[in-house]
């Protein structure tokens, strides 16, 4: 599978090397093309992986990925254009952080109501699936903790869309649980503001959810 990652920075290196050692193919896609860390991620991450701006990524994955700054969504959508979005998965791993004041961040309110419900107005013809948006990117390839798989969450309003992103998921070493349409983003979005508060005030970041039952 061939996958478009929308980001240069930690969280689109890690998906990225995820994916590449599943088999898949991956552009690293920044704002323009011909970007010096675009290629110099690329680079780093081997020979099956390739760069572009935004929209090359976009029109080349079958899949999309989004992991770029959760603050900055219209500018993203705009330069990708929201037609090289149309018909395909876009994985969300965004969260609309306000980081002005400091560390720890505050959570922005989109007027849509969640980052991800922005995204889905602002590329209509896209099939957003809110996901890896509730740990850090140092544990989102096959983390190894204790208690076994951990649970990622993710919420979109088109089922084979979250089919595609659970097979991921489950890829790369987590237990998916479908938490509804996209209108429950606002609520993941709010658990990444938990796993950022715990690792504030312990000053552990290797921790995960879990869902369990009896």
Request: net charge neutral.
């Amino acid at each position: 599978m061939k996958v478009g990652i929308l980001g240069t920075g930690d969280v689109g290196k890690a998906i990225a090397k995820g994916l590449l050692a599943l088999g898949h193919e991956v552009m690293i896609g920044a704002r323009s093309a011909g970007s010096e860390k675009a290629t110099a991620v690329a680079a780093e991450l081997g020979a099956k992986a390739v760069a572009g701006s935004f929209a090359e990524a976009a029109a080349y994955g079958e899949v999309v990925v989004l992991a770029t700054l959760g603050s900055v969504n219209e500018q993203v959508i705009a330069a990708t254009g929201a037609d090289n979005l149309t018909g395909k998965v876009v994985l969300d791993t965004t969260n609309p952080l306000d980081f002005t004041k400091g560390f720890p961040p505050s959570l922005l309110q989109p007027k849509e109501g969640s980052g991800a419900q922005e995204i889905q107005a602002l590329a209509p013809g896209a099939r957003v699936v809110k996901v890896f948006n509730t740990v850090g990117n140092a544990l989102m390839f096959r983390p190894e903790l204790q208690g076994g798989a951990p649970t990622m969450f993710l919420c979109g309003n088109d089922e084979v869309a979250k089919a595609t992103a659970a097979e991921i998921v489950t890829a790369f070493g987590w237990e998916p649980v479908d938490v509804g349409t996209l209108a429950a983003a606002h609520w993941l979005e709010a658990m990444c503001m938990v796993w950022v508060a715990v690792g504030a005030r312990s000053n552990r970041w290797d921790r995960a959810f879990k869902l369990v039952g009896r």
